[in-house]
Structure formats: structure tokens, C-alpha cells
């Protein structure tokens, strides 16, 4: 490149720097001033609205003139008492291991990690500032002059208190900004629910609809639109358990939940291996204030945590009681509770009581049990002719339709009545199946030798097996003679079934279940041997 060409050079880069400079880069820095300066006069007009106001806690970190110390490590502390050990974190205040003393062994709700159950705070650090025999409290400081103080305080009925006091002891107003209670992860049970407890773990809210009675049992899950009629408690249960906060006096922001992973457990045996266990995270969020200088801002709550037992549920207020599932037909399911606590009370054995309720109802459903019984050994004794009839007729449907209906006017058979007592026993097999499975009351309740929980499955399988044999024997005797040889398998092999879902029932379903059988076989053979006299 020659002088010249470098000179135009030169010179045509110095026209280009110098009209950018003049038409780009300086109204772009004017434009950011005027903003930055529009900024500051807005946060000076704001400042002149709130003096003295400072935000001093944001949702994740403080907000201090204090230089940042290093986290201090987490502190326990335990409050021993005769329901339960609670250990708390100086990390929220939260319940980090609630050791619940269950009448067959004791319990960890809580084994999992995490902030705790009623967590609040989690990024103050909090430090016992006073005890009683069932009481503590925490305080932290938020900053110098700022403290947040926390109190737990658990009665004898279940129905505890706990309550968040902002104190603000400076000279000028403090902003806290939006926190949150929190639950979990997860929410343990006893040991032989730990199978199911996945599934049956959930965030849960209670409502009262304008149209209802009683207040409705509504689950929240990841996603889900936040409740539209105010709440009345909110927490995690599971079968057996449940951990609520019951706000008194003070409205609750949004809820939010999550399925978190909390460990692993083996799957369909361990032969498909291991896969992630997963628990219900949950909180509840609380809208932020302002504390006046000199002055102090309390939220009272009331808060559950403990067994789902229906008997106390019922002295309780707050209506803890529809946390219990009694499935569709849950009136039916109240009433046989019931009737079960009225028996035990007589006897002082749920296991006797569950058989003397059994009896009970085989002599409400006799008429429909001998009617069902009936209909089958008749059916069993016009067998051969009705073989005849559908051989002799099987190419013409319009003469063996009216074959059989003569046979049946014949020997006053009704097919259909072997149907309407099952149809009848069903909801009330239902209703039973979940209020014993449900019953608090079974759970360590002793019935003989080797039953010591009617909660849980019969350790050597016993009473399921007894039920398989007598099951057996009473579809052997309803066979007839001359069945389809698919069909007879099916009878044959229904026990069977029976047997292997019932294994892993809880005993007192399947103590009920077997007397059921053992009652209904005995008037099978009534029947049986009093037909067979009359011919």
C-alpha cells in the first residue's frame, strides 16, 4: 500500500469512528443516564413515601449492612416427652426428627433430609432461649436490634400450638418479605405400612364447599391451581399419620408442593432392582409485613402431628377426622367402626370383636345368604337336566332358551337370586375392608397367640391359609356335576387367588374374612344335607 492509499485510508476510518461516535454511541449513553438518573428520583420519591423503611429479610438470604460471617454449623435440640422425642434444627426451628413412641416400637416420622416439618426461616440461625416440660423456644437475629422468635408448645389432647414473633426493637420500620412454613420430605409410618407409605404419602388441604356439610379433604400436588375457597389446615399424611398447621388468625398465601426424592427401595421384590423412593414436599407461604419500629408482629398457628385415630379425632376440633378414608361407601364403614368399638368395649379384644361383628352381620344378611345357597344347590341339582336340554338344543337358541326357562318354572329355580346377596355383601366387604385398614385402634392390638397387630399381615400366614382351605371346601360342594371344565378350574383356583391377595392383608380383614366363611360354609351344609333329605 502506497502513502496515498493509506492517507484515504486513515481518513475514511476516522469519518466512520467519528459520525458512530456522534449518532450511535453518545445518544446511547444519554438514553442511560436519563434512565439511571429517572431510577434514582423514583427511589428517592419511594424513600420519601416509607421512611425509615428497610428491607431486612429477603426469601433466600439476609439483607444486611453487617459483613457476611461464615454459616454457623447446624445445632440440635430435643424435647422429651411421654408421646414423642422432637428434635428440633437451628435451621428454621423446624422438627428434623420426630420420634413417636408407638405402643409396638418406636417410630421416626421424620428419617429423611431435609429442613423439617414447620420449618420457617431456614437462613436464620436459631438458639434455645427457653424450655418448660412441654414447651421451647427459639429467637434469632435477624439483624442487630431485629429478632424473630419461635415457641412450640404441645398438649395432652394433640391439638399444639406454635407461633413466629417478629420483634422490632429499633428506631426505624422493617420489611420482612414473603416466607414459608415447610413439610417434609416425606412423612414416615410404622414398619409394616413402609411398603405403601409411597403412595399413600400427599399434601393435603381441608375446604369447606358452600354446599356441603362437612369441610372436603382436597390433595395438592406439583402443578395444581392454588385452592379457591379458603383453607381451614394444610399439611403431609400418609395411612396412618398426619402433620397439619392450622392457621389462626392470619391468611395464608399459596401452597406449593413437590415429589422429591428421599431414597430407594427394591421393586416387585428386587427383581426389577432398585428404584428412587419419592416423598411429598410442601409449604405454605406467608405474605410479607411491615414491623413498625418499637413493636412487635406474632402469627399464631395450631398444628397436628401424630396417629390418625378416629375415637380422638372426634373430641377434637378443626375436623382432623375427614383425613381419614373411608372410601365410597364410608357411612357404611362409620357405622361398623362403630359397632366395633361397641364390641371391644365389651370384651377388650378387637379380634373377639371383629368375630361377634361378623356374626352380626351374617344374622342381618341370613335371608339373603340362604337364598343364595339355596339357588345354588338347586341350580346344582337340575344340572344334568339342563346338560340334557342344551345338548339335545344346542343348534336351535329359540328352543333351548324356552327349554330352560320351563325347567327353571319346573323346579322354581331363580338364577338370578345367587347374584342379589353378593351384590348386597359387596359395599358392605368394602366399606369393612377400609375401615380396618384404616383403623388406628387395630394397630398393635392383640388377638391370640401369634396375632399381636390386627394391623398388619399374620406373620406366618396362618389365618389366610385357613381361609384359602375353607373357601375351598365350601366352592368344592357348589361344583355341579357336569360343569364346563374351564369353569370348574375357575372355582377350583379362586380360593387360591383369595389365599395370595389375602397374604399381606391385615390380619383383622382377613380374621373377618374367615369367619365370614366359616359361617356361610356351615349354612351351605345346613342347606345341602336338609335338600338332600327332601328328595
Known amino acids: 500500500m502506497n502513502n496515498r492509499q493509506f492517507l484515504i485510508t486513515a481518513m475514511l476510518f476516522l469519518l466512520i469512528l467519528t459520525g458512530y461516535n456522534q449518532f450511535v454511541a453518545l445518544p446511547r449513553a444519554r438514553a442511560a443516564q436519563e434512565a439511571a438518573e429517572a431510577q434514582l428520583k423514583k427511589q428517592e420519591q419511594t424513600a420519601q413515601q416509607q421512611p425509615g423503611a428497610q428491607t431486612v429479610l429477603a426469601a433466600a438470604s439476609l439483607v444486611s449492612k453487617e459483613p457476611t460471617s461464615a454459616p454457623k454449623p447446624e445445632e440440635l435440640f430435643t424435647l422429651t416427652m411421654p408421646q414423642a422425642d422432637v428434635t428440633f434444627s437451628s435451621k428454621g426451628a423446624g422438627i428434623k426428627t420426630y420420634l413417636f413412641k408407638d405402643i409396638v416400637e418406636d417410630v421416626n416420622l421424620t428419617p429423611y433430609e431435609g429442613e423439617g416439618y414447620f420449618a420457617t426461616l431456614p437462613q436464620v440461625d436459631f438458639a434455645e432461649f427457653a424450655r418448660t416440660k412441654d414447651s421451647i423456644t427459639f429467637v434469632g437475629d435477624i439483624i442487630p436490634g431485629f429478632s424473630v422468635y419461635k415457641t412450640f408448645r404441645f398438649n395432652e389432647n394433640g391439638i399444639n400450638n406454635v407461633s413466629v414473633t417478629f420483634e422490632n426493637k429499633t428506631t426505624q420500620d422493617l420489611a420482612v418479605a414473603p416466607w414459608s412454613w415447610n413439610f417434609g420430605p416425606g412423612l414416615a409410618t410404622v414398619k409394616s405400612e413402609m411398603k405403601d407409605n409411597e403412595r399413600e404419602s400427599k399434601a393435603v388441604y381441608l375446604v369447606q364447599e358452600k354446599d356441603k356439610k362437612k369441610p372436603t379433604l382436597e390433595t395438592f400436588a406439583k402443578g395444581d391451581k392454588q385452592p379457591e375457597l379458603p383453607w381451614l389446615w394444610a399439611g403431609i399424611e400418609n395411612r396412618y399419620f398426619l402433620s397439619v398447621l392450622i392457621p389462626q388468625g392470619w391468611k395464608p398465601g399459596d401452597l406449593s408442593a413437590d415429589k422429591v426424592k428421599i431414597g430407594t427401595q427394591k421393586r416387585l421384590w428386587g427383581l426389577a432392582g432398585e428404584g428412587a423412593l419419592e416423598g411429598p414436599q410442601f409449604s405454605i407461604s406467608v405474605p410479607g409485613i411491615t414491623v413498625e419500629a418499637k413493636s412487635k408482629e406474632e402469627y399464631k398457628s395450631d398444628f397436628y402431628f401424630g396417629p390418625k385415630d378416629y375415637k380422638a379425632f372426634l373430641k377434637l376440633p378443626y375436623h382432623l377426622d375427614r383425613s381419614i378414608a373411608f372410601g365410597f361407601f364410608g357411612a357404611l364403614g362409620k357405622i361398623a367402626r362403630n359397632v366395633l368399638e361397641t364390641f371391644y368395649g365389651w370384651t377388650g379384644n378387637y379380634g373377639v370383636a371383629i368375630i361377634m361383628m361378623t356374626v352380626l352381620l351374617q344374622l342381618i344378611l341370613f335371608k339373603f345368604t340362604l337364598m343364595q345357597l339355596k339357588s345354588a344347590a338347586q341350580m346344582k341339582k337340575i344340572q344334568p337336566e339342563m346338560k340334557r336340554i342344551q345338548e339335545k338344543y344346542k343348534g336351535n337358541p329359540e328352543a333351548l ?98 389365599t395370595l391377595l389375602f397374604m399381606n392383608f391385615p390380619s383383622g380383614l382377613v380374621l373377618y374374612w374367615l369367619t365370614n366363611s366359616l359361617i356361610t360354609y356351615g349354612i351351605q351344609t345346613f342347606v345341602n344335607r336338609k335338600m338332600a333329605k327332601a328328595n
Open 401 to 498: 332358551n324356552r327349554e330352560t326357562l320351563a325347567l327353571y318354572r319346573k323346579y322354581k329355580v331363580n338364577p338370578l337370586a345367587g347374584c342379589l346377596p353378593m351384590l348386597i355383601q359387596l359395599p358392605i366387604f368394602l366399606a369393612l375392608f377400609n375401615a380396618l385398614r384404616t383403623s388406628w385402634s387395630l394397630h398393635g392390638a392383640k388377638f391370640v397367640f401369634w396375632i399381636t397387630d390386627l394391623s398388619s399381615k399374620d406373620p406366618y400366614y396362618l389365618l389366610p391359609i385357613l381361609m384359602g382351605a375353607v373357601m375351598y371346601f365350601q366352592q368344592k360342594g357348589n361344583i355341579p356335576a357336569g360343569t364346563d371344565p374351564a369353569q370348574a378350574a375357575m372355582f377350583k383356583y379362586m380360593p387360591l387367588i383369595f
